[in-house]
């Protein structure tokens, strides 16, 4: 079994302030952990992932992640928001070396950045 | 690389008519895609496997005659809602994964579905 939580439905921060989005897994086995980001009526945008290596993955648009094991979290992180990063932030998960290939995504959180 | 597109984007249609989506997989083969629906400001929720050259998988609770899923070749996928009702009314997503790299899903643009 897996499963994504995110424990925020909103975020909201200044243009120019620190933007975290919360993510905790669980799997049974070690996790591959994505991070995509959605704008109004488009697809699912690529941002990030983990699959083994360094646990500080960096991604694209200036946003990075954190595998923390022990605490189960792939938190999104961007050192300074913009007003267009705006949008929709799925976390995503699956198992590794597992036949069954489909993802398991988080509730969403939406991310507004004033500005 | 990695492109998936959809089409149509958008398509509005009758109560009781049926839809075709497709979806493909420009520059890769795809051996397997997924097809996802999408209420407004909600997750994502899988509604099948589809593999290429056998039957799709479908999700506990997705009616398969309702959504037929025809996965023909390796860039082809299509998702076709038959007698389409008002509450089949949803954005629908589809994505692919590399034959031979199952790291990642590439996902196409969405296609969004308003039955009158």
């Known amino acids: 079994a897996q499963s994504v939580a995110q424990p925020e439905d909103q975020v909201n921060v200044a243009e120019g302030n620190p933007l975290t989005v919360k993510c905790t897994y669980s799997?049974?086995?070690?996790?591959?952990l994505f991070w995509y980001v959605q704008y109004p009526n488009r697809g699912l945008q690529f941002l990030l992932k983990?699959?083994?290596?360094?646990?500080l993955v960096k991604g694209s648009y200036g946003f990075e992640a954190e595998f923390n094991k022990s605490q189960t979290s792939f938190h999104l992180k961007k050192p300074s928001a913009l007003v267009s990063d705006s949008a929709l932030y799925f976390c995503?998960?699956?198992?590794?070396?597992?036949?069954?290939?489909?993802?398991?995504f988080g509730a969403g959180t939406t991310v507004t950045v004033r500005a | 690389g990695a492109v998936v597109s959809q089409h149509p984007s958008w398509v509005i249609c009758k109560s009781g008519t049926s839809v075709k989506i497709e979806c493909r997989s420009l520059?890769?083969?795809?051996?397997?895609m997924f097809w996802y629906r999408q209420f407004p400001k909600q997750s994502l929720m899988l509604m099948a496997t589809?593999?290429?050259?056998?039957?799709?998988?479908?999700e506990q609770g997705v009616e398969k005659d309702k959504f037929l899923i025809n996965h023909a070749s390796l860039t082809l996928s299509t998702l076709t809602v038959t007698s389409a009702h008002p509450e089949d009314s949803s954005f629908y997503i589809c994505?692919?994964?590399?034959?031979?790299?199952?790291?990642?899903?590439?996902f196409g643009p969405g296609t969004r579905l308003t039955v009158l």
């Open positions: 994505s692919a994964n590399p034959a031979g790299y199952h790291n990642e899903q590439f």
């Open positions: 799997v049974s086995g070690n996790p591959y």
């Open positions: 983990y699959i083994t290596g360094d646990n």
């Open positions: 995503a998960v699956r198992v590794q070396r597992s036949n069954d290939y489909k993802l398991s």
């Open positions: 520059d890769f083969q795809a051996t397997t």
């Open positions: 589809s593999n290429e050259g056998s039957k799709a998988t479908y």
